[in-house]
């Protein structure tokens, strides 16, 4: 595995791929690299003659300062895991090496930034179609992946692909989750031992939800998430909502003929934790 962390350098070696007529992989990581990331990349060895993993903080995406100062930078630890992946090439930038002037793009996302995640983190998805139409831009993959944990990131970038007017394939990857129900996220290993302890009530709470279609009608379950978490000491609702999958658009009758998926972010100390279930 060859480590870049200039544009330069790697778009030369890109292009040695690219005249070959190569395809290639792009798996777009925060780092603080974890088993979710590891199916990814996976995935992506298995479907592709060559693949790059970037790890980039990216500083746009944050709302808040003190979660970007405090986000997991294991950057040695990151590489190690992708070396004995067979990884190509690993791509670790500066923020002046990904923005060496201010970007003050913005993208019509059709208000597919302005719901569940959007509405809390203003400014948010943003950030994430700057870095990720930059990412499409320097390296030209074949496919990107994403996980399925931050799925209206995954809603978001196919309508940027849309409007990039690009023929990358874009990949869903199922969520990862520990043994015990929460889904794999960097954020985990902030938690303390007693969060740790009381955060699969997330995923034990969207389970207990879906199981109630056929007795409540979707607000009715709505209702019922947020009276769950009124007695919780240690954690609090931020949202829930349960959303067709293009649009994200609220569902009010279980027969729609669309995808439903339950969409929840909860507070836990000062981690916040996403996570979603599939409620077809």
């Known amino acids: 595995m060859i480590v870049y962390r ?3 350098d790697l778009i030369q070696h890109l292009k040695t791929w690219q005249d070959q007529g190569k395809t290639i992989g792009l798996v777009p990581t925060m780092g603080a690299l974890h088993e979710g990331h590891a199916s990814l990349v996976k995935r992506a060895c298995g479907e592709n003659d060559m693949v790059v993993v970037t790890i980039f903080v990216n500083p746009t995406q944050f709302n808040d300062p003190s979660d970007l100062e405090n986000y997991p930078r294991p950057l040695d630890r990151d590489l190690e895991l992708l070396q004995s992946m067979e990884v190509n090439i690993a791509f670790t930038p500066s923020v002046r090496e990904m923005y060496p002037e201010e970007d003050h793009r913005t993208f019509d996302l059709g208000g597919l930034d302005q719901v569940l995640e959007g509405a809390f983190r203003k400014g948010h998805f943003t950030g994430v179609a700057q870095i990720v139409s930059k990412l499409f831009a320097l390296i030209g993959p074949t496919r990107a992946y994403f996980g399925q944990k931050d799925f209206q990131q995954l809603v978001i970038v196919r309508r940027l692909v849309e409007l990039l007017q690009s023929n990358i394939e874009i990949v869903p990857c199922p969520i990862v989750r520990e043994e015990d129900g929460l889904a794999m996220s960097s954020r985990n290993a902030l938690l303390s031992e ?10 034990q709470t969207l389970r207990m939800a879906r199981e109630k279609r056929g007795t409540m009608s979707p607000e009715e379950v709505r209702k019922w998430v947020f009276s769950r978490f009124q007695n919780q000491t240690l ?33 836990l100390g000062r981690v916040r934790l996403i996570d979603n279930l599939i409620f077809n």
């Open 6 to 8: 200039t544009r330069e």
């Open 194 to 203: 007693d969060q740790r302890k009381a955060a699969p009530f997330i995923h």
């Open 235 to 267: 954690m609090s609702l931020e949202y829930f909502d349960i959303v067709e999958d293009r649009g994200l658009v609220p569902v009010t009758d279980w027969n729609e003929p669309v995808n439903k998926v339950g969409c929840i972010a909860v507070q």
